[in-house]
């Protein structure tokens, strides 16, 4: 998939191919329960979830961070497409109130067969290459524990 960014726009693209079916995948996703197990970055800690999984629905975490500040994620669901594909506005507010710029993920999951699935993560729109290098480990985390989940 090609996107044009606009100037100065970063994005991050990480593939996996998971030992699950996309429908086992794609419910770690949108079920609350399942993702408040896997959905936060390997050094941090889950406070909350919230998700409302439908098209103009939201979603909102809370999660610790290493230095022991609490910040919020959020955003809108834009597209629901059971099980192939996700895509939801990113946004984040730090303890001391600062809010990131929006940004846009997109979740592809394509059936490989034999119980795989390629898992393409694009999240796009970043107002710098640091934001987008962050965001790049804080996923990589996220899928790893997420790669773990979905073939327990």
Request: hydrophobic share 40%; net charge negative.
């Amino acid at each position: 998939m090609n996107v044009a960014l606009r100037p100065g726009e970063q994005a991050l693209e990480l593939v996996r191919v998971l030992k699950a079916p996309p429908e086992r995948v794609f419910a770690a996703w949108i079920d609350p329960d399942q993702a408040s197990r896997w959905w936060v970055p390997q050094d941090c800690t889950l406070v909350s979830c919230k998700m409302d999984v439908r098209a103009g629905g939201g979603w909102h975490r809370r999660m610790r961070v290493p230095d022991g500040s609490v910040i919020a994620k959020w955003g809108e669901y834009r597209a629901v497409d059971a099980p192939e594909r996700l895509v939801f506005t990113y946004n984040t507010e730090y303890a001391d109130g600062t809010v990131d710029p929006e940004t846009l993920v997109t979740v592809t999951l394509e059936d490989l067969g034999q119980n795989r699935t390629r898992l393409t993560l694009r999240h796009e729109r970043f107002w710098s290459e640091p934001a987008s290098i962050s965001h790049t480990g804080g996923w990589t985390g996220a899928l790893n524990r997420l790669e773990q989940f979905t073939q327990a």
